[in-house]
């Protein structure tokens, strides 16, 4: 089986991570950003950055604590016309091992631990799954409606019909 990268990858090595936090900020190049778009189903995806802070908690726990801004453009769920928009957000992720057999504890209420993929952290992959969260699942363009004609419904111009 091939492993693919994921297409905005940066990998934090845990070695290089001490005891005090540190701070990534990171952007997506216009081939990761267009890789990405493709995968999540977006017309496009003009800006992805963010400035990602990692702390160990304790043990080999890492939390990971960050903040994404992106302008991205969505296919209006009515009338399939571009819907623009900006996303900000903060976000955390508490990281862990995955070695088996062993047992992490964390308050399942707040924290699930999610394992970190060998002796690194990829903060650029965590980045593009907050994205694929903030996401609206119906963006929709402004005055898109449908119509009910018969028993289908019918998407309705954004402009009004022309009288003559």
Not at 19 to 35: D, F, G, Q
Not at 118 to 132: N, P, Y
């Amino acid at each position: 089986m091939t492993i693919v990268p994921p297409e905005f990858s940066r990998r934090v090595e845990l070695a290089r991570l001490g005891a005090l936090e540190a701070t990534y900020p990171i952007s997506a190049k216009p081939e990761e950003r267009e890789a990405l778009a493709r995968r999540f189903d977006l017309l496009s995806l003009d800006r992805l950055e963010a400035e990602v802070r990692l702390q160990r908690i304790g043990g080999e726990m890492v939390r990971v604590n960050g903040h994404f801004s992106a302008d991205i453009a969505q296919a209006c769920v009515v009338s399939l016309e571009p819907v623009a928009s900006a996303i900000e957000q903060d976000f955390s992720v508490l990281y862990g091992p995955s070695e088996p057999g062993k047992s992490v504890m964390v308050d399942l209420e707040t924290d699930v631990a999610e394992p970190f993929d060998g002796d690194a952290i990829d903060i650029g992959e965590a980045v593009a799954q907050q994205l694929a969260l903030a996401l609206d699942p119906y963006p929709r363009a402004p005055g898109a409606s449908l119509e009910w004609s018969g028993d289908a419904p019918t998407a309705a111009s954004r402009k009004p019909p022309m009288r003559e």
